[in-house]
C-alpha cells in the first residue's frame, strides 16, 4: 500500500495549508478549573498533561455531535484520597427552575439540543456552569496510550463522565426509604430524561409516565431493581439487538462490560470509544450523532474510489453548505479537510460501518456498529478477575 501512503502525504501536505479554512460543527466543551495552584489540574506540567487528556477526549467527544453549541464545565478541587470513585460527573439541573414532577433535561442538553444557555452565578468563567465533573487523582492514571497494569487509563475515565454530563444517567434512587424516587432524594417526582426510557426486562416503565412516581413502593423498590431493568428507548434497543440491560442496581450504568458506560474500570482497561449502544442512548435521549465514516460511496468497503471522492472535494464546504456523506465528510461537519482523511486512512481496507436503518420518526438516522466491537469484548473480559473501580 505505498502508493496510498505517498497519495496520502500529497494530500496532507495540501490539507495542511487549508486547515485554517475548517469551520468545525459540533459540541465545544470549555472547562473551569478550581484546582489551587500545584494540586490536580493546576500542578504544574502534570497539570497541564491533565487539562490536555481531558480536553482532547472532550473535542473527539463534541465533534461525534452535530448539534452546534458550547458548554461550560466547573471541574471541581481534585480529590487525593485514591479511596472511592475514580470520578464523577453530572450535569447541572438546578437552572431550570423549581422542579415539578416530570422527566428533567440537564442543563448540557438543554444548551447543546435547545439551544438554553445556562443560568445561575456565572461561575463558570463569566458564564454559569452547567455541569460539573471531580476527579480523583489519588489513584495512578496512563494520561494517553496503553495504561500498564497498575494504571487506569484516564481518556476511558473521562469519556465516561462526559456522557454522563450528556445525559446518560438516573436519579432513581435505589436503596432506602426513598427506594425508587427521584433527583437527590428531595425532589421525589423529578426525574432523568434517560429514567424515561428505564422499564423492567417486560418493557413496563419503572416510573410511572403518568403520575412521575415508581411502580412500586419504597420497600419493593430493591427487588424490582434486583429483577433486572432495562434501557428501552428504540434506537438503543435497534442497535443491541434488544433492550439494554442496565447494571443490576445502578440504573445509571449499562450492565454491558465492553460498554464505556459499565459502571466500574479495571486497572490496564481501556474502553475509549463509545460502543454502538452508548451512541444510541444518546440518540434516544435526542443527540444527532454523526459518527466518521468514510464509506462515501457506500459500497461495502472503504478504498480507492472514496480517496478519489475525498480528493476531488478537498477544501470545499463549511457549515450550513450541505456537503454529504457522499461528497467526502467523513466526519459530517459539512467540511471536506484533513480529520476527512485522518478518518479515510485509518478506516482504510475496513468494510466500513454497518449501518442499523430506523425507521420511526427520526428515520434519516443511522447507528453503525463499531467494528472493534469484538476486540474490546476480549480485553474487557479478561479484566473482569481484576480489581475495578467506580466510575
Ligand atoms: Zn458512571
Redesign the pocket.
Known sequence: MNCRRLTCAVAIAVLFSLCSLSLEAGVTFEFTYFDTPGTGFSAGSLGAARKASLELVAAQLGSLIAQDATVKIGVAPSETDGTGFLA??GADFEGLGPPAAGFFDGEVFAAIVDGIPGVGAPDCGGSACQGGLVVDFGYSYALAGTPTPAEIHFPSVIL??LT?LLGY?SHITTSGPFAGSGLNETFPDVYSKFDSFVTTLGGTPVIDPGAFGPIVGPGSFPALLAAGIAFSGPFTTLAGGGTLVLAPSDP??SGTTTDV?F?SFAFGEVREDLTAVDLAVLIDLGYAIGLPDADFDSDGDIDGTDFLTLQLGLGSGGPGSGILLSDGDATHDEFIGPSDLFFWEDQFGTPGAIPLAFSASTGSQTVPEPTSLVLLACGAIAALGKQRL??
Open positions: 464523577t460527573a465516561h463522565e454522563h444517567g445509571s450504568h458506560m459502571p467506580k466510575v
